[in-house]
């Protein structure tokens, strides 16, 4: 939690740096900030379309730059490695680390998974309205009538049941869990390789891995952000069609 306090209130102040003195022709932080919300910005219009981006751009755009900048200050030297522990015959073993990757704890990843979802009902009911959204759900498709309708309602209401049990429970799960597991491995790769190499080698053999580290913790922040507005187009597609 200290970790991803810090992380939130260091990206708030370098907005707000960047934002201090807006400038016509901008340069130098305010560019790269704008160059950052732009990029976003016309990545998720090409996915959810240009009149639902609107709703959902903040969200998005903000849990991919929080994700990405968790990801990367969790290989600060010194993360998972500095804390409580006790003395081995390979030399002393952190147990209980000071400071923790953000997203190596998996009740972070579950929290913003958790949100995205209801966040997603929101927006699905915004789409379609309650009553559409319920049909949606659990109304018989294809437009079929008469004794076809009836004949056909009780499958679509088991898959609508299906449908729920997949928005509250598969989704977040695996938001979840790929998160977390992808960053996970990683921590405990960089000090498994900390302790099998010795001192003086560990911080020249280890680049690769930091290498390879900052590309997962970029992938894994896009694939959580795209995740959740392939989900989103998938609720909102109805609308959209419509305009």
Same mark, same amino acid.
């Given at each position: 939690?200290?970790?991803?306090?810090?992380?939130?209130? =260091?990206?708030?102040?370098?907005?707000?740096?960047? &934002?201090?003195?807006?400038?016509?022709l901008?340069?130098?932080l305010?560019n #790269?900030?704008?160059?950052?919300?732009?990029?976003?910005?016309?990545?998720?219009?090409g996915?959810? =379309?240009p009149?639902?981006?609107?709703?959902?751009?903040?969200?998005?755009? &903000?849990?991919?730059?929080?994700?990405?900048?968790?990801?990367?200050?969790?290989?600060?030297?010194?993360?998972?490695?500095?804390?409580w522990?006790?003395?081995?015959?390979? =030399?002393?073993?952190?147990?209980?680390?000071?400071?923790r990757?953000?997203?190596?704890?998996?009740?972070?990843?579950?929290?913003?998974?958790?949100?995205?979802?209801?966040?997603?009902?929101?927006?699905?009911?915004?789409?379609?309205?309650?009553?559409?959204?319920?049909?949606?759900?659990?109304?018989?498709?294809?437009?079929?009538?008469?004794?076809?309708?009836?004949?056909?309602?009780?499958?679509?209401?088991?898959?609508?049941?299906?449908?729920?049990?997949?928005?509250?429970?598969?989704?977040?799960?695996?938001?979840?869990?790929?998160?977390?597991?992808?960053i996970?491995?990683?921590?405990?790769?960089?000090?498994?390789?900390?302790?099998?190499?010795?001192?003086?080698?560990?911080?020249?053999?280890?680049?690769? #891995?930091?290498?390879?580290?900052l590309?997962?913790?970029?992938?894994?922040?896009?694939?959580?952000?795209?995740?959740?507005a392939?989900?989103?187009?998938?609720?909102?597609?109805?609308?959209?069609?419509?305009?």
């Open positions: 939690m200290v970790v991803a306090w810090v992380v939130a209130l =260091g990206l708030i102040l370098l907005v707000q740096a960047g &934002t201090r003195k807006v400038q016509l901008p340069g130098g305010q #790269f900030l704008e160059f950052v919300v732009e990029s976003l910005h016309s990545l998720l219009e996915i959810i =379309g009149h639902f981006v609107k709703r959902t751009f903040p969200f998005m755009a &903000t849990v991919f730059i929080f994700i990405l900048a968790c990801n990367w200050t969790g290989l600060i030297p010194g993360f998972a490695t500095i804390g522990g006790h003395a081995t015959e390979h =030399g002393f073993k952190v147990t209980t680390p000071l400071l990757p953000v997203n190596a704890d998996v009740n972070m990843t579950m929290s913003m998974a958790v949100t995205f979802t209801l966040l997603w009902c929101v927006w699905y009911v915004q789409a379609h309205g309650v009553g559409g959204a319920i049909n949606h759900l659990f109304g018989p498709k294809g437009g079929v009538k008469g004794a076809a309708w009836w004949a056909l309602l009780l499958i679509f209401i088991f898959v609508g049941v299906l449908e729920l049990v997949s928005i509250f429970f598969v989704r977040p799960l695996g938001l979840t869990i790929r998160l977390f597991g992808n996970y491995a990683g921590d405990n790769l960089l000090e498994a390789m900390g302790d099998i190499i010795p001192a003086p080698l560990s911080a020249l053999t280890m680049l690769p #891995f930091y290498f390879l580290e590309i997962v913790g970029f992938v894994q922040a896009l694939v959580f952000m795209l995740l959740c392939a989900f989103t187009t998938a609720a909102i597609m109805h609308e959209e069609e419509g305009h």
